[in-house]
């Protein structure tokens, strides 16, 4: 009996043992899933395109309620101005304040560049459940051993872009660090950084998100948060064709 309680304590020390955040795999999804959702929210954020030819600056003011509305009003530069972007489900539609027209975004388009930056519409309307609609698994990726790496597959008939996804993660808070986007064929087409994490309001979140295509040397997309409320009220007016058109 002795012999066998030996040799059972050293199978179990032989066995590697689960760290904190790959016994709480739920936890992280929560934590990626909500970050930037919640059930209404209200934005100012700098977008900054920047390409080897030319940067650009934009200033915004952004909406949205769950992840069924957005809206996004251009407030900088003064000649873009009241260019507005509606998303109610899967439908999109931009305002064009210099011709004063509403134009549908056809499906066709979703993958097209948002006003030129590396966001596609797509990210604007993706309702996608990061823990409902993938299969999730920890990953071991190298440079990022400080890190807790997760894998994420969507399942048969989700519509998205990507066929796999990375996501690093911070091991103590499970904040984000950075995402590596792949397509059908395996190859990385971009990589999403998550940097200066700060609190906005009891929420603490990277107040900066840059987009980097492997596709297009020197390019990239800065999204700096400068403010945010979360889980608050909004009429159902703010998103609405009207409002998109006559703010």
């Given at each position: 009996?002795?012999?066998?309680?030996?040799?059972?304590?050293?199978?179990?020390?032989?066995?590697?043992?689960?760290?904190?955040?790959?016994?709480?795999?739920?936890?992280?999804?929560?934590?990626?899933?909500?970050?930037?959702?919640?059930?209404?929210?209200?934005?100012?954020?700098?977008?900054?395109?920047?390409?080897?030819?030319?940067?650009?600056?934009?200033?915004?003011?952004?909406?949205?309620?769950?992840?069924?509305?957005t809206l996004i009003r251009i407030t900088e530069p003064r000649k873009e101005r009241g260019m507005g972007t509606l998303r109610i489900d899967r439908e999109m539609w931009n305002y064009l304040p210099k011709v004063g027209k509403v134009i549908k975004v056809p499906p066709s388009m979703m993958t097209a560049s948002w006003m030129g930056s590396d966001f596609t519409n797509d990210d604007l309307v993706s309702q996608i459940s990061f823990i409902d609609d993938y299969d999730h698994d920890f990953v071991d990726v190298e440079g990022a051993e400080d890190l807790v790496c997760i894998e994420s597959i969507?399942?048969?008939?989700?519509?998205?872009?990507?066929?796999?996804?990375?996501?690093?993660?911070?091991?103590d808070e499970y904040i984000p660090v950075w995402e590596r986007s792949y397509d059908e064929r395996g190859k990385l087409i971009r990589?999403?950084?998550?940097?200066?994490?700060?609190?906005?309001?009891?929420?603490?979140?990277?107040?900066?998100?840059?987009?980097?295509?492997?596709?297009?040397?020197?390019?990239?997309?800065?999204?700096?948060?400068?403010?945010?409320?979360?889980?608050?009220?909004?009429?159902?007016?703010?998103?609405?064709?009207?409002?998109?058109?006559?703010?």
């Open positions: 009996m002795t012999r066998i309680c030996m040799l059972a304590t050293l199978l179990l020390l032989a066995l590697p043992l689960a760290t904190p955040a790959e016994r709480d795999m739920d936890a992280i999804l929560v934590k990626i899933d909500q970050l930037f959702r919640s059930s209404s929210s209200q934005s100012t954020v700098e977008m900054k395109i920047v390409t080897p030819d030319w940067e650009r600056t934009m200033r915004m003011e952004v909406w949205s309620q769950g992840t069924e509305k969507p399942h048969e008939g989700v519509p998205v872009v990507w066929s796999r996804l990375v996501t690093a993660v911070t091991p990589t999403m950084e998550f940097t200066e994490p700060k609190m906005f309001g009891n929420r603490k979140m990277p107040a900066v998100l840059t987009i980097i295509p492997e596709n297009k040397d020197g390019n990239r997309t800065v999204m700096t948060y400068e403010e945010a409320v979360f889980d608050i009220e909004l009429d159902e007016n703010v998103f609405s064709m009207r409002n998109l058109r006559s703010p």
